[in-house]
């Protein structure tokens, strides 16, 4: 198989560059597909032929990952596949490979945020000499026996296998494999990051649980179960089975960590099982609902030590993604969900895959109790009965009024001839929402922007689906007047 045209344009580097994912896919491991290879791109490929036989000539490609961390990963890791992969679609056998950090589509969302400080995927790996502690010691503890599965506190539920991965969580699940791979090493602690309900528990359960396997001790507590062991431990007089308990752990995991605030012998009794898991080289995992430096009322030492290793933070999923997750729970459980009603929770589920899961929950009870198959109908009831919005119906003349406040442009101009960029863009935006949204079918959609056919309110759909994946501003401002089209 060979590449027989010169690479000159960037239609054709992509080109090249899809041809060779493929090679790559078929090459590797899902899990490490999708956390590895995915958020490259290809910037450049070069040849430089030689005057005798195409056979001496040279090509470079320089290959883009979305940071430094990607990078060196990817670099030492799958460089000579990726080279095989890119040699095997162009036929060249001098192939040099270049990786640079640069403009994939993942770095491109994460740049185009408004809130750039708090969507960057953080990569604050502690140097050793700024360190907050000294690693060179290596106390002795008493050990303990490893901790039985179901003494873990993990659920076996929660896997890297069924977690799905999209631009939102991408850099998070990759640390995370990488933390699960070399335990206690370079990124330690482990700080998981974000709203409720976006995949921190989850995650930090797939590093357990993959951990547990390889026969690691490990313990994942909540700060409350955490606060309870201290408190029974204080009353019983037995501190010592405490501190051996929690000190003998190859990897402890402390979910929602926020709740130690306010709670100061917590604080301090956590500070010093950290510092002992710390200097032994012991992996430590924390998952929050904010940021260190968020986290008004955590004591300072605490908060620089939890700064001091790797920060990842998990965003609301995009639409593919949310679609992508019921499929895979769906599948999970069993459940037979046509994709057009996965497309149909996830327009109204936004921004909470618990919720998302629950609508899912709701509607195989609902199938199983009624005995009817699952469809857009019942998934309309559920949606009704479970969520708090679409208490007004959402028409295409509202969808038309609030597009137009948001761009400053007249509903006349929406339907009307003008095509302006800025018109032809809300116009593009409220044809899109309004397939979307309502029930209404691409014709009528034509006939209520002034009788435009129907090829045209497809083309505005499929433009604005494009925008939305490989912009994120304009994925947030079309998710933000989705958002309040179903306030009640
Ligand atoms: P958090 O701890 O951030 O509040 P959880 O980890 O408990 O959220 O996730 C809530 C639910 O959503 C869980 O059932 C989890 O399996 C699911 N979930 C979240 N993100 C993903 C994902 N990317 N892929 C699959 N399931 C997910
Ligand atoms: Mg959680």
């Known amino acids: 198989m060979g590449y027989s045209k010169p690479i000159d344009s960037s239609a054709d580097v992509s080109q090249l560059w899809d041809k060779s994912v493929d090679v790559l896919k078929s090459r590797l491991d899902p899990q490490i597909f999708a956390a590895w290879i995915k958020p490259l791109a290809l910037g450049r490929f070069q040849v430089t032929e030689a ?16 940071n430094k961390f990607c990078l060196d990963h990817v670099e030492r890791n799958y460089g000579k596949l990726i080279t095989s992969a890119i040699s095997d679609v162009t036929g060249r056998e001098n ?22 400080l708090k969507l960057k995927p953080r990569i604050d790996i502690a140097k050793k000499s700024q360190s907050p502690l000294n690693r060179t010691s290596t106390p002795r503890v008493a050990t303990v026996g490893r901790v039985a599965h179901d003494q873990t506190n993990l659920n076996p539920k929660y896997n890297f296998s069924n977690f799905v991965i999209g631009a939102c969580n991408q850099f998070a699940h990759a640390v995370s494999l990488r933390v699960d791979e070399n335990l206690g090493s370079n990124y330690n602690p ?134 992508a997750i019921l499929i895979k729970k769906a599948e999970g459980a069993g459940i037979t969900l046509p994709p057009a009603v996965a497309e149909l929770l996830a327009e109204r589920i936004l921004t909470n895959v618990r919720e998302l899961e629950g609508a899912l929950n709701r509607l195989q009870a609902q199938s199983a109790l009624h005995k009817i198959p699952i469809s857009n109908d019942l998934a309309e009831d559920v949606l009704k009965a479970c969520a708090p919005f679409r208490t007004v119906e959402i028409t295409p003349e509202l969808i038309q009024k609030l597009v137009a406040e948001r761009f400053n442009v007249s509903i006349n101009d929406l339907i009307g001839k003008r095509r302006t960029q800025n018109i032809a863009f809300a116009r593009h935006v409220a044809m899109h929402i309004c397939r979307r949204l309502t029930g209404c079918s691409y014709p009528e959609i034509g006939a209520l922007f002034g009788g435009r056919d129907h090829s045209t309110v497809i083309h505005a759909n499929r433009v604005i689906d494009e925008r939305r994946k490989s912009d994120s501003n304009i994925n947030s401002s079309v998710e933000e007047l989705i958002r309040k089209l179903k306030q009640p």
């Open 95 to 116: 192939l040099v490979l270049h990786f640079r950090v640069g403009d994939c589509v993942v770095q491109k969302k994460v740049r185009s945020t408004s809130e750039e």
């Open 190 to 323: 482990l700080f998981l990051y974000g709203g409720v309900g976006l995949g921190k528990t989850h995650l930090a359960n797939a590093i357990g649980n993959a951990a547990y396997r390889r026969g690691k001790n490990i313990m994942l507590v909540s700060s409350e179960l955490f606060v309870n062991e201290l408190i029974s431990a204080l009353r019983s007089n037995r501190m010592d089975r405490f501190k051996s308990k929690f000190r003998s752990l190859d990897l402890l995991i402390v979910d929602d960590i926020q709740f130690i605030i306010g709670k100061e012998r917590t604080q301090e009794e956590f500070f010093h099982t950290f510092n002992d898991l710390y200097q032994r080289h012991k992996q430590i995992v924390i998952t929050s609902d904010k940021l260190p430096q968020e986290l008004v009322g955590l004591e300072e030492r605490l908060r620089t030590r939890f700064a001091s290793g790797i920060s990842a933070d998990l965003q609301a999923p995009d639409f593919e993604t949310r679609v």
């Open 51 to 66: 005057k005798q036989s195409a056979r001496s000539s040279t090509a470079e490609a320089e290959v883009l990952a979305p």
